[in-house]
């Protein structure tokens, strides 16, 4: 035991000072009455207020002694040497997935976690630091290495969920390396196990702690909710947990209840469910599941039924009957197919060129396929084999659930990619496909369609959607986001600017285009994008909602596997465990108890009533102890 | 002392006896003796000496018997009304003392209005001789505007009373007293001698709630002893407590004496003060 603030042992002066108090005379004021006879069985305890008379024990001076003392003790910071769990630099990763927002803990996962982090800031002791780590998307250092409470909580409450799982990876690599050079470090994760896993065991420098936050894995979830051509709804709810459930779907056409269905559901099975009674004039349409579960984020589905607006596109190929149905089945898609020798120049919201590239300034937005060598933005060169096919980027959204595993093609022009553009598929011998950041955007495929296999494929009818989606105006219109995940809004030609509603009401301007990415979308529902055009307003909508088999199974996992660097050699230093808290809470007891008795029983002496009064002696009427005072 | 709108509301009153009154004089309260009086009693058969008068010649013709017919005594009845003149009545806002003082005051009316023998006293000061009919108003309410609230009286002084004639003794009191009053005893032996004791008690609306609070020292009114307290919520409650306890007790009391306890606010009006009594019998319509 040891006081780490001394000097506050002055407070204990209080204590002789409360029993001075009950030395000093009290001037009360006078009160006339009609009679003292209701009053006297309480006063006689109160005539220690005299000055100079012999000190009365009363439970309130007790009680008043003892609150002082606890309070004077407490300031000055009593605590256990070894006792607390805290290392000269802890680093405190806390995830960020999604699933850290089930409430199966109180108030969260997520909140429960930083109020460990928050308590484990409290116990700092002098010469111990503290680092804060989020793991979102990105690893946050939220806090770098400090021994000051108050900003490791300021840090904390600026702690917010991810829309993504949360990169275990990057933050074992940002802790070691706060804790490179710092002996008798340690890292504690506060997860619940769904952290994106690094692809190779993590290697720590420092002893790792992992804290499971969590207590069940029951969740269902509306996994996909999509609209056939003939209008009927699909919904695909699935049963992560282990025990059958009772549900219903309530389904709202515009936030008006359309109807109620019942859904049994097995633990661990998916069921699937189709639905065919959507009112006609419905825009948007939410299927809910009730009643919900410790993880609502997953409980709700939105989907846009409202027609988004239509695009005009023009392909102008000599023939091209893979782009033609893979146009087609866009809908709101007003698809023009022109002759190379007839096209016109023309207000299209989209220009494809196929083996053809116009004289002059190249309209924009374009998608060139298989330009003539030294044609076009972006030189080409020759045609040559280019191997074997590769993703520029996995994680690119333009090969989102594209497959490039049995495509084969047979020439492609080599090029090289000028600034300002990405290579999204290449292959050996060079880029496949490259698209052009910024605004206006453009895209070049390398090489003709009818020279590879691609057009057979799936994937070419998805990658020619992502196209569009990433090439027209709009291309939000209608799309599911994952929450926390930055939307990308392509202005009209003449949009002056766009005001994005968010489900909670909140309206966002966006600058003239082109837009910066619209990044606050933590909240899943509907948006509203409404851009103001010169011919009048444009109203559009995306979703954002989690549709993500991994999160929604959020059955606490185990801790990552880790693998150490440099073990510590020798005991770690340990804490110190302040007990100032308990013994302010005691205080807080006393004193509740003090005024208690005040209220109740306001005089109540520790000496019996009957030691003050004078004993009759033999022989004389016995008189009682008013009397006596009398 | 009282206004004219009182006097009627008093006209309409009248005092209630519990038992039958036996006076000296004719009156309007029904006496335990018989008499020749319009409100039939009983028959009784008729022996050597009674008045042929009152012998019920039908029914004679009846039943061959002769039978005299029986009528109730009307006689007077006797009120005595003690007031309480002791220094706590002038506490109270408003005071007890001109509540105390008007209630003794219309009793006495009321008493005089029905024929009835009316004596009015301070408690342990001066009295008046009994009074009787309408005459006997302006006389007792002279007495009253001249008696002052000052000093001592409690529990020892009721016992001094004397009353020649049996009958009502109306003691309108606060009942407060130092310390051990004990009203048990002289309210039995009023009820010793032949008084039926009824015990109305005037409190301020500060006595029944009291608002102080905090360090205080408590100054009694009649004897300067003082207390000093820490008054709390609680300690207020206990008080109320008490008082009630009082109260209760004063109620036993009043009730092993054959009598009854009444409790008025010095803030109630004559009509308050009038329905406690219809409450508790001791007034009824006239």
């Known amino acids: ?630 | 002392m009282l206004t004219a709108g009182e006097l009627t509301l008093l006209g309409r009153l009248d005092l209630a006896y519990r038992r039958p009154q036996s006076g000296l004089y004719a009156g309007e309260r029904r006496s335990p003796r018989s008499a020749r009086s319009p409100e039939f009693s009983d028959f009784r058969p008729y022996v050597a000496g009674d008045d042929f008068r009152q012998i019920d010649w039908p029914a004679y013709a009846r039943l061959e018997k002769l039978m005299l017919r029986l009528y109730v005594a009307e006689e007077e009845a006797c009120l005595n009304v003690v007031l309480d003149t002791s220094g706590s009545m002038v506490m109270g806002e408003p005071s007890k003392w001109q509540t105390a003082r008007r209630l003794a005051a219309a009793l006495s009316f009321m008493g005089l209005a029905a024929l009835d023998r009316v004596q009015v006293g301070a408690l342990g000061g001066a009295r008046l001789p009994p009074m009787r009919g309408r005459d006997g108003v302006s006389r007792i309410w002279t007495f009253l505007e001249g008696l002052e609230p000052a000093g001592e009286a409690g529990p020892a002084e009721l016992r001094l009373l004397l009353w020649a004639r049996p009958g009502i003794t109306v003691v309108i009191s606060d009942f407060l007293v130092e310390e051990d009053g004990n009203w048990a005893p002289p309210i039995a032996g009023l009820a010793a001698r032949r008084q039926e004791p009824v015990l109305w008690q005037v409190l301020a609306p500060e006595e029944e709630h009291p608002s102080i609070a905090g360090d205080l020292k408590l100054v009694d009114v009649e004897t300067e002893r003082t207390r000093e307290l820490t008054i709390t919520p609680g300690l207020v409650a206990d008080y109320q407590r008490a008082l009630t306890a009082h109260r209760a007790e004063l109620a036993r009391a009043a009730q092993s004496a054959g009598g009854r306890f009444l409790n008025s606010s010095s803030a109630d009006d004559l009509e308050a003060m009038m329905l406690a009594g219809l409450r508790a019998g001791l007034v009824r319509r006239a």
């Open chain 1, 1 to 630: 035991m040891q006081f780490l603030l001394p000097g506050a042992g002055l407070a204990l002066l209080t204590v002789p000072a409360i029993v001075l108090l009950y030395f000093l005379k009290v001037r009360r004021p006078e009160v006339r009455v009609s009679t003292l006879m209701f009053w006297r069985r309480f006063v006689a305890d109160r005539q220690a207020n005299a000055p100079w008379q012999r000190l009365r024990l009363s439970l309130l001076l007790l009680l008043q002694l003892l609150g002082a003392f606890v309070l004077g003790v407490g300031l000055m910071r009593p605590g256990v040497v070894g006792a607390a769990g805290i290392d000269a630099t802890t680093v405190v990763m806390i995830d960020a997935s999604p699933s850290m927002a089930a409430t199966d803990v109180s108030p969260s996962r997520f909140g429960a976690a930083v109020e460990k982090a928050r308590s484990l800031a409290g116990q700092l002791q002098p010469g111990q630091e503290m680092a804060l780590i989020l793991l979102g998307d990105h690893a946050q250092l939220l806090a770098a290495p400090t021994g000051d409470s108050s900003l490791l909580r300021s840090a904390l409450d600026r702690a917010r969920l991810s829309g993504t799982a949360g990169d275990f990876a990057e933050g074992i690599s940002l802790a070691n390396s706060i804790l490179s050079g710092r002996p008798g470090g340690s890292i504690i994760l506060f997860s619940d196990g769904h952290s994106r896993p690094p692809s190779s065991p993590a290697r720590v420098v420092a002893p790792l702690t992992y804290q499971s936050i969590g207590s069940t894995g029951e969740n269902v979830a509306i996994e996909t909710m999509t609209r056939s051509s003939s209008g009927s709804v699909f919904l695909r709810v699935t049963n992560y947990g282990r025990t059958t459930r009772d549900l219903k779907i309530e389904w709202r056409a515009d936030g008006r209840l359309a109807d109620v269905v019942p859904i049994k559901i097995d633990g661990n099975t998916t069921s699937d469910l189709t639905w065919s009674r959507l009112p006609a004039t419905t825009q948007v349409l939410e299927a809910k599941l009730t009643p919900g579960d410790a993880f609502a984020l997953d409980d709700t589905a939105w989907l846009v039924i409202a027609e988004p607006p239509h695009h005009s596109v023009v392909l102008v190929t000599a023939e091209n009957g893979f782009m033609q149905k893979a146009l087609k089945l866009r809908p709101g898609l007003d698809l023009t197919t022109v002759k190379p020798a007839d096209y016109k120049p023309g207000r299209y919201d989209l220009v494809i060129f196929d083996g053809f590239v116009p004289a002059g300034k190249l309209p924009e937005p374009a998608l060139l396929i298989n330009p003539p060598p030294g044609d076009g933005p972006v030189p080409l060169g020759a045609a040559v084999d280019p191997g074997s096919v590769l993703p520029g980027d996995v994680r690119d959204p333009l090969l989102s659930h594209v497959s490039l595993k049995e495509v084969h093609i047979q020439s492609a022009a080599t090029v090289k990619p000028p600034t300002g553009w990405r290579t999204v598929i290449s292959a050996a011998a060079g880029p496949l496909l490259l698209v052009k950041e910024g605004e206006p955007r453009d895209a070049l495929l390398t090489f003709d369609l009818h020279h590879s296999d691609l057009p057979l494929q799936a994937a070419f009818p998805i990658l020619v959607q992502n196209l569009l989606d990433y090439l027209l105006p709009g291309g939000f219109e209608n799309q599911v986001f994952a929450p926390g995940q930055p939307v990308t809004l392509i202005a009209e030609p003449d949009a002056r600017w766009a005001d994005v509603t968010g489900p909670d009401g909140h309206t966002t301007r966006l600058a003239p285009a082109p837009y910066p990415p619209f990044t606050a979308t933590a909240r899943p529902g509907v948006y509203t994008v409404r851009q103001q055009l010169s011919s009048g307003e444009r109203l559009s909508r995306f979703v954002v909602q989690l549709q993500n088999p991994s999160i929604s199974r959020i059955a606490p996992g185990a801790g990552p596997f880790v693998q150490p660097l440099d073990r510590p050699a020798g005991p770690l230093p340990r804490g110190t465990l302040e007990i100032w808290p308990y013994l302010v809470a005691a205080a807080i007891v006393v004193l509740v108890l003090e005024w208690l008795v005040y209220l109740t029983h306001p005089t109540r002496s520790l000496i019996p009533r009957r030691s003050r009064v004078t004993q009759p002696r033999q022989g004389t009427i016995p008189q009682r102890a008013g009397e006596v005072r009398r």
